[in-house]
């Protein structure tokens, strides 16, 4: 009944694992945006320790924009077979995700020493809400770290080396969306929140 | 995300299925194992889901028989209840723990592993693939975890009733402060800890569900199967899943913080409390009703969740049944979607009576009388479709006109429930129990009922029993509203819900006589489900035998396989798609498959 014969069966179409990963992203958003929102909803009522975050939380964002760059380069790299290239850029791709992870907890160590409790008895929920949020996104990072050793091992697998750029490509765009979506809750932690 | 595969007109499928085409062929050497335990094949998974999900309404209806006997004959004592429950019966009388636990854990299990898991989940692994026209799910190996993740949750679920404090007995919404304290009641320690480490690992298997329904239908229709070729079931089982994906995370953030307040001290839902056994709580700052927000954002969806299959199968099943086209097929799409938009702009209607800001009460009455709209589309399309038909009223038939008429008759109360004003009168009374068990609780178990016939047929290659059907299906029909109806009287008279005993409330004296008739409807009602069950098990092994491919002269793809179709469905091409799923009647023709090419002369419409 609708638009007969005009299937095409030549168009290009968004790989499933791809398409997966967006809607996998979009579950994790919808994860997040929870959260934030119930921090605004908190916040606006009585009972809200406020205080600024220290300083290394800037440092650890620079780490997570270089971080996907590095990303960005490797899958350059891979697209243009220079594997040994390939390799050294996840290395350090990954290597820059564990160093961002390790600020992130510098950082709460630098508030619990300004006397800001994260958890336990005598917390204030915002200082939790921080630590909530930010622990599930370093767990986030640190799924992509997995990944990306993942991708490390099987770029050594000579036998079954594949050019295939998908699986690399998956990597790197869910790598792209924990660096964007700590961006977003750097902003909202610092101005909105 | 590519909004061109999701809502062209025109797509082919190409190369997309071909990576699958390999489980088409052979599997000679499955063992019992990779067979029926840890499959990949999506009609096995699909029976586990139902399985499990049976195993799981049992239960669950066993306990609301035992919480019934206790609102019908709250003096009586009944010896046997002491063999089967123990120290919770003591004397034959089951104790007020005994009760909470029973009605959370009857709800928690009916609302999720039964309607959730059982339903969409079994609907959406048989028919998927199969009505879309591919070999399997995108990734059939995430579909089994999620199937076992499932699994997990169901034992830790069942383990928690085994457990010496009990299961949690909060309320199948956990509200803390009784959620989150371990002190406020024996329900809250251990059996709470298993009630969330569950709903943890089940929300894990929805999104693995979930993600692979989305992806199929999305990228693996087989070629001409065009979004508007789809049949309603999978519309519908798409929107659903796209309901859950993006609820469910909200749902897993309002059980984290929920987690940290029960066991790392944080005061996100507590503050201001004070224990009798153990005096004035520390927390302070926190708020309960964030948790309410939290949950409800997801809980609204989740009961379109469990509907929406329900709606999708019973348009199937009426227009193949009515062999007409079904009216509106472009509405029905259109509703669905509008369901699922404004399904997630109403969740504080369940909070007016929180010391909600009136004014943005009045926004959310407004958003939920629109869902009004939609759904009075799908039920004047149903009817339409029914108006005139030339109707056969095989068992599916039967419950999927049952599912419309119940669908009718909870709606009407939704619209009452959604005024914030009558609200505060009919909030948390046996109305609301009366609304949901209606619209959502039988509404949905006949849309299952009607999938069960109606697909049988494909799942066994024979026939369920058609006299114990029909039997099944009046007295649970009449039963049904024999035991909801009388509760909006109740629910009108101010009788509230989750109460053990109203025996010291004069004013609710005069329902005991009532409520002791819908106990004894209930003791009817399940022991009738156990006819199904027996209908089920023994028409596995001993039902008629199907003995040609289409049985019910079907429009869809799955009654183009083979009458037992292997691991890949189709032994060889997978079939190419020329028309959407309902011609019926059309040209004088009783029907058309969606395998037959258009002719030249054929009318349009
Ligand atoms: C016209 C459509 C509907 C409207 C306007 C509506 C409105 C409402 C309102 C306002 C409440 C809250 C009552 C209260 O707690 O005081 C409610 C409760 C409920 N509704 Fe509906 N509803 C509608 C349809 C549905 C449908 C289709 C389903 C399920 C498939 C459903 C399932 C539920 C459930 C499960 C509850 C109670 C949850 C609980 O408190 O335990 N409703 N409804
Ligand atoms: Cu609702």
Redesign the interface.
Known sequence: ???????????K??H?HK??L???M???V??????T??YI??RN????LEFGLPAVFWYSTAVIIISSVTMHLAVKAFKAKEMARYRKLITLTAGLGLLFAGLQFIGFSALHKNGVQL???????SA??LG?ITG?HVLHVLGGVVALIVSFARAFRVRTRSYAATPVEVVATYWHFVDILWIYLFIFFNWIG | MSNEAVLHGNVGVGHSHDAHADHGHGHHHETFITKYVFSQDHKMIGKQFLITGMVWAILGGLMSVLFRLQLGYPDSSFPWLEDILGKWAKGGHISAEAYYALVTTHGTVLVFFVLTAGLSGTFSNFLIPLQVGARDMASPLMNMLSYWFFFMASVVMLSSLFVETGPFSGGWTAYPPLSALGDASDGSKTGMDLWLVAMALFVVSQLLAGLNYIATILNMRTKGMSMTRLPLTIWALFFTAVLGVLSFPVLFSGFILLIFDRNFGTSFYLSDIFIASVGALPNEGGSAILYQHLFWFLGHPEVYIILLPAMGMASEIISTNARKPIFGYMAMVGSLFAIVVLGFLVWAHHMFVTGLNPFLGSIFVLMTLLIAVPSAIKVFNWLTTLWRGNIRFTPGMLFAIGFVSLFISGGLTGIWLGNSALDIHLHDTYFVIAHFHIVMGVASMFGMFAGVYHWFPKMYGRYMNHTLAYTHFWLTLIGAYLIFWPMHYEGLAGMPRRYYDYGNWESFKQFLELNRFISTVVIIVFCVQLLFLFNFFYSIFKGRKVTTLNPWGSNTLEWTTPIRPGHGNWPGEIPEVHRWAYDYGKDGQDFIPQTTPVGDNESHH
Request: proline share 4%.
């Open positions: 009944m609708y638009m007969e014969n005009t299937v095409s069966t030549e168009r179409r968004i499933p398409f997966t967006w809607v996998a979009g579950s994790i919808m994860m997040f945006a929870g959260l929102s119930a909803v908190k009522q009585s009972n809200w958890f336990g008895i005598g917390s204030n929920p939790s809400f909530i599930l």
